[in-house]
């Protein structure tokens, strides 16, 4: 079945600094989306990729879908406190149902 | 985006007891997913609530644990049956709206089994 992986699990950053999320799949995907879940809330979607190739920014955050449609990643420039919490991507393939990643928990101390 | 509500928001519950779980959303969407989030883990689908016929469970998850509801296009249970600790997680529903792939979440069930 499919298997979405992500890297790093944890990531520990200074106010300021970039981060980056990566996510793999073992299958080509029709489409994958990111969340963020604040700590001790529910998953909030953030953007749905579609196109191979496609890069799609919002304010500080730069995603980008590769052009097999297996992989993506979440960039955020120059870190801010309000960042923290967990990135999850998730997977779409033939069906509605998602795959999530493991996610990778972001830290960001001042 | 659609706004999607959840009850009870937290419930402790004695072994061998079970609790359902509530879903309303707020306009008509297409697909309804129930997923599990163990403690600091990520999400777990369980199964995709199916208006009107029986819900289709992933590979781990049966009816006769987690029996589940549609009975319209807008809300569905999802019931834990004969809990026991290891079943203490986060119960999340979740929906897409008509003609498009995004799925928003519910704020989620916080389950604990003694």
């Known amino acids: 079945g499919q298997q979405v992986m992500q890297i790093p699990q944890y990531q520990h950053v200074q106010e300021g600094e970039d981060f980056t999320t990566y996510c793999n799949s073992s299958?080509?995907?029709?489409?994958i989306q990111w969340y963020k879940q604040r700590p001790g809330g529910h998953p909030v979607f953030l953007i749905q990729?579609?196109?191979?190739?496609e890069v799609k920014k919002q304010k500080r955050l730069t995603f980008q879908f590769g052009e097999a449609k297996k992989n993506s990643s979440l960039h955020i420039t120059a870190t801010q406190t309000t960042d923290v919490g967990t990135y999850f991507c998730?997977?779409?393939?033939?069906?509605?149902?998602?795959?999530f990643g493991k996610g990778t928990s972001l830290l960001v101390t001042p | 985006s659609a706004v999607i509500s959840q009850k009870p928001s937290r419930d402790i519950c004695q072994r061998g007891t079970s609790l359902t779980i509530q879903c309303q959303v707020d306009s008509q969407v297409t697909m309804m997913f129930w997923y599990r989030q163990q403690p600091g883990q990520s999400l777990t689908l369980i199964a995709t609530a199916n208006q009107g016929s029986e819900a289709t469970y992933e590979s781990g998850f049966v009816i006769d644990k987690f029996p589940i509801s549609r009975p319209n296009l807008t809300f569905s249970t999802l019931t834990v049956s004969n809990m026991s600790p290891e079943d203490s997680s986060i119960y999340l529903c979740?929906?897409?709206?008509?003609?498009?792939?995004?799925?928003?979440f519910g704020p989620g069930t916080r389950l604990t089994v003694l």
């Open positions: 979740s929906a897409n709206r008509v003609s498009t792939d995004t799925q928003y």
């Open positions: 299958t080509t995907l029709s489409n």
């Open positions: 998730a997977g779409q393939g033939s069906g509605y149902a998602l795959n």
């Open positions: 990729l579609v196109k191979s190739g």
